[in-house]
């Protein structure tokens, strides 16, 4: 099992491009979560799906952020048009739901907008 | 009421020695009480969880105890060694919730001295 898998690791952008982060997660988890991870803030929850839909997107920043899920293998986070303060570390992770067998973390996307 | 307040935010420890991090929330729906720890560049991986039905739950050098009526639980490491060395999250997440996700601390950095 090759865990949960992000890409691209680290981001380099312009104020005012497009990002998208990219997520694939552990084969059978049926649940997606997005964090973003500042020194400030810890780890914030953005958004999360239950079998590919969203269940709750209270912790999206702004109208600027938006995710997917098109099927159970596959989602992204997109920031347009990201801004300086979008500079944090974004980390995805998969879980079995209803079952507290905890999250499954991947590696992260370092995101700088400059 | 979503919050979980972690402290000490930062703590150095002799090789040897029981580090202690402490975690209180408020929302009593919460009965899953799980501890990450997070290595640099990495993802927080899932080190130990309790649920409210007792009172402490150890695995190898780690501890967690759990205080229901303070709404309190804390993470104990016995013999802390260099590799402890980390930041270790707590988080809390509801039950009876139609798809609930993990709510963290905001972190602790450990620093165990050799």
């Known amino acids: 099992d090759a865990g949960v898998i992000q890409s691209p690791r680290h981001e380099v952008t312009e104020m005012g491009q497009e990002v998208t982060l990219r997520c694939k997660p552990i084969s059978g988890h049926n649940s997606l979560f997005w964090y973003r991870q500042t020194m400030m803030r810890g780890l914030e929850l953005l958004i999360y799906f239950n079998n590919n839909v969203p269940i709750d997107d209270s912790g999206m920043p702004e109208d600027r952020f938006s995710a997917k899920m098109p099927n159970a293998s596959f989602s992204t986070l997109k920031i347009q048009p990201s801004e300086p303060r979008d500079s944090a570390v974004y980390f995805c992770?998969?879980?079995?739901?209803?079952?507290?067998?905890?999250?499954?973390f991947g590696s992260g996307t370092r995101l700088t907008v400059v | 009421q979503q919050q979980v307040k972690q402290s000490p935010q930062s703590l150095i420890v002799q090789k040897g020695g029981i580090p202690i991090i402490n975690c209180a929330y408020e929302n009593t729906a919460f009965d899953y009480f799980p501890w990450y720890q997070q290595f640099p560049g990495k993802g927080p991986a899932l080190l130990i969880a309790?649920?409210?039905?007792?009172s402490e739950k150890k695995e190898g050098r780690f501890t967690i105890s759990f205080n229901k009526s303070a709404k309190q639980f804390s993470l104990h490491i016995m013999d802390s060694q260099p590799g402890d060395s980390a930041t270790y999250f707590c988080a809390a997440r509801g039950a009876n919730q139609a798809g609930t996700a993990l709510i963290f601390g905001k972190g602790t950095t450990l620093s165990v001295s050799s």
């Open positions: 992770a998969s879980s079995l739901r209803n079952l507290h067998d905890g999250y499954t």
């Open positions: 309790i649920r409210p039905d007792v």
